[in-house]
């Protein structure tokens, strides 16, 4: 007879958000708007308001310029100011610089320099100049390890110099970045001595659940902030005027789907194995349904697939900006008789989205359209009503797309693909990558392989950067200008939350050293400094990623898996 072990099953507040939070902390926060107001009796069962206030929040408590959040950062909650206050920059001509919020920028090298690095490389691996560690004196950092911080030296110089504007207790920022899984939109930081409640998204979630006033805070925080501009920013909504806009956004609703530690459940799925029956992505809306209106994904990625045999196939996929149902809603409008959805739509990991009522789709673009526009749309590129490309299942295999979903590499702007009936083993791509960094090649030109198509090992620059979620002083982050997902080696503390957090394989956590070869150590525990590396798609580079140019074979390329066109000519040559 077989023997099974018992073990309990994990719940919800297993790990709490701080483990330094107290029942008399708790207390003191229910004295306090708006959780004052709330009615207790509306929590029912384990998901209590005190559970909440004791698991999903934590006291963040900040000095006169600590930044709180980076415009650009990823992130995964919301924060009230109880006490003091935080400046919120407001964006212009003269934003507050890369370097002082603990990033960099990369001037892009001469001819001359590109050249040169053929002959200048370091005989020892990763090499760095001790003297680039050297403290900038605008920036400070306070704090170890994952509570590291970045702040800003001179707080009156920068209300002086910069455009900012007061957050006062009592206040919320930073949930609609939260809920909608979205870069935060602007920097804050501490103008004086402040105390701040982090609210991880779950909690935030719960406590909109059961108090509509909360609810309507944050929907009013993000229609006012941010859905406007998203609704003007797609394509089938680009020639509305602002009267039709507002109606829009008054009519839109939002959702999330999915879990916003996907990466994690990710490798434990993978490890054990992944269900056939897509039970592990949330569904959005399923195939043989009437279309409640098009659903736009704000953010993350999705699934399209359908019904076979005992299971489903993968027809596609979503990426933020693309669209949803609009197909059926135009033949239903046009045959005057409803149409049922030819595919479902699953959040792959986590999606936001934002949809649209039909009735509203008929008003304000169906009933205005030409319908001989509309019976030829498609035709035409630039027809806003065209919905965009979907994978041509009868031009690429359906292993290959399911191998592409399944294992998250739709979610790369720069995924290495390597056809491996032409590549020759050369390793010209790795020698170009190595010359281009001082003799340290930042991928490996191994992964999985399907269809004879080789992942590489290497930074997919991805849509919804997982690995930046956890970096503490904000090392890893966005370029402004390009978009590259890039590693400030001078701020970064060797933590490994983004190595850690990567599903692709794609950091690595390295020694560094001086020019004679010797390990640069700390100067108190004396151990080597840490830090991560990846690829940085040559981003100081006149002709861009070294490794696809150095292919003699044309077999590499680097691919925006949003490009499908793209994706499946070269698939298809």
Not at 330 to 345: N, R, V
Request: glycine share 8%.
């Amino acid at each position: 007879m077989p023997t099974f072990e018992s073990i309990q099953r994990p719940e919800r507040w297993a790990v709490p958000f701080s483990p330094e939070m107290t029942d008399a902390d708790v207390d003191r926060l229910l004295t306090i708007e708006p959780f004052a107001s709330l009615d207790p009796t509306r929590f029912r069962g384990k998901v209590t308001l005190r559970g909440i206030l004791k698991n999903d929040t934590r006291l963040v408590r900040c000095q006169a310029g600590d930044i709180v959040v980076r415009q650009g950062d990823w992130g995964n909650s919301a924060f009230l100011v109880i006490s003091g206050n935080v400046r919120v920059e407001l964006g212009s001509a003269a934003s507050l610089p890369s370097e002082i919020l603990g990033r960099q920028s990369v001037p892009r090298k001469s001819l001359f320099q590109s050249i040169a690095q053929l002959w200048k490389k370091s005989s020892e691996p990763e090499v760095r100049d001790v003297a680039a560690y050297r403290d900038d004196p605008r920036i400070g950092t306070r704090g170890t390890g994952e509570q590291t911080r970045i702040y800003l030296q001179d707080v009156s110089t920068v209300l002086s110099k910069y455009k900012t504007a007061t957050i006062e207790a009592g206040q919320f920022f930073g949930e609609s970045a939260a809920l909608g899984r979205t870069p935060r939109q602007a920097t804050v930081f501490a103008e004086r001595s402040t105390q701040l409640l982090e609210i991880r998204w779950q909690g935030l979630r719960d406590l909109m659940r059961r108090d509509d006033g909360l609810q309507k805070h944050i929907d009013t925080v993000f229609r006012d902030r941010a859905l406007k501009w998203f609704l003007l920013n797609t394509p089938i909504f680009s020639h509305l005027g602002s009267e039709d806009i507002n109606e829009l956004v008054a009519q839109a609703t939002f959702e999330t789907h999915g879990q916003y530690d996907w990466a994690g459940s990710f490798k434990r799925l993978a490890k054990e194995g992944i269900d056939t029956d897509l039970q592990h992505e949330p569904l959005i809306a399923e195939e043989g349904n009437h279309p409640n209106g098009v659903v736009i994904v704000r953010s993350g990625l999705a699934r399209l697939s359908r019904r076979h045999e005992h299971g489903h196939r993968t027809t596609g996929y979503l990426t933020p900006g693309q669209i949803y149902g609009l197909d059926e809603i135009i033949d239903g409008w046009l045959g005057k008789t409803p149409k049922p959805l030819t595919s479902s739509l699953r959040a792959i990991g986590i999606a936001n989205v934002v949809t649209i009522p039909t009735r509203l789709i008929e008003k304000l673009l169906l009933e205005k359209a030409d319908r001989r526009n509309l019976l030829g749309r498609g035709s035409s590129p630039t027809d806003p009503l065209a919905n965009r490309p979907k994978i041509d299942t009868t031009r690429i295999n359906s292993d290959f797309v399911e191998f592409l979903v399944e294992n998250r590499y739709v979610n790369g702007t720069a995924t290495m693909l390597i056809d491996m009936d032409r590549c020759t083993r050369c390793d010209d791509c790795v020698r170009a990558c190595a010359d281009t960094h001082d003799n340290n090649p930042r991928f490996l030109r191994r992964g999985p392989i399907q269809n004879n198509i080789m992942v590489a090992h290497a930074c997919m620059h991805c849509e919804d950067p997982v690995c930046m979620i956890e970096c503490p002083t904000g090392a890893i982050h966005r370029q402004t200008e390009g978009g590259q997902v890039v590693i400030n080696d001078q701020t970064c503390i060797g933590c490994s939350a983004c190595a850690n957090n990567c599903l692709y394989n794609a950091i690595r956590m390295v020694e560094v050293r001086h020019q004679d070869g010797d390990f640069i150590r700390d100067d108190q525990k004396h151990a080597p400094i840490v830090k991560a590396t990846k690829c940085d798609l040559c981003s100081d580079q006149l002709g861009g990623p070294a490794c696809q140019r150095a292919c003699p074979h044309d077999a590499l390329i680097r691919m925006d898996m949003r490009d499908v066109k793209q994706l499946t000519d070269w698939y298809t040559r």
